[in-house]
C-alpha cells in the first residue's frame, strides 16, 4: 500500500524554524522526485520545493529561496523540508509528492502556522 505520511507541523513564532518530514511506504522511494507543496486558506496549493531522485538536484520557489532547504534520504525512505526565518505568510498546510512519470502520489499534509 502506498503511503506519504507528513509530520513535523505546529505552531511557530516569526523568526523560529520548524522541519517536517515525509515517510514513504509502498514504493520504491528513490525512483521518484519528492516535492513539498502548501495550500493556505483560500489559495492555491503551489510548489515549495523539489528535489530529483537521485542526484540531488533541487528547486525552490523564490519566496522560500534561501529560507528553506529540502533533502531526502533515500535509505530511510524519507524526505524533509528544513524551514527556517518562517514568516506568517508560510503559514499553509504543508503537502509531501512524489512523482515518477504517470505515478504521482500525495500524503495529507501537515499544518504549520506562525504566528505571535
Known amino acids: 500500500q502506498v503511503q506519504l505520511v507528513e509530520s513535523g507541523g505546529g505552531l511557530v513564532q516569526p523568526g523560529g524554524s520548524l522541519r517536517l518530514s515525509c515517510a514513504a511506504s509502498?514504493?520504491?522511494?528513490?525512483?521518484?522526485?519528492l516535492s513539498w507543496y502548501r495550500q493556505a486558506p483560500g489559495k492555491e496549493r503551489e510548489l515549495v520545493a523539489a528535489?530529483?531522485?537521485?542526484?540531488?538536484?533541487?528547486n525552490y520557489a523564490g519566496s522560500v529561496k534561501g529560507r528553506f532547504t529540502i533533502s531526502r534520504d533515500n535509505a530511510k525512505n524519507t524526505g524533509y523540508l528544513q524551514m527556517n526565518s518562517l514568516k506568517p505568510e508560510d503559514t499553509s498546510v504543508y503537502y509531501c509528492?512524489?512523482?515518477?512519470?504517470?505515478?504521482?502520489?500525495w500524503g495529507k499534509g501537515t499544518l504549520v502556522t506562525v504566528s505571535s
Open positions: 528535489v530529483a531522485g537521485v542526484g540531488g538536484r533541487t
Open positions: 509528492n512524489a512523482k515518477s512519470g504517470f505515478m504521482d502520489y
Open positions: 509502498g514504493f520504491t522511494f528513490s525512483r521518484y522526485a
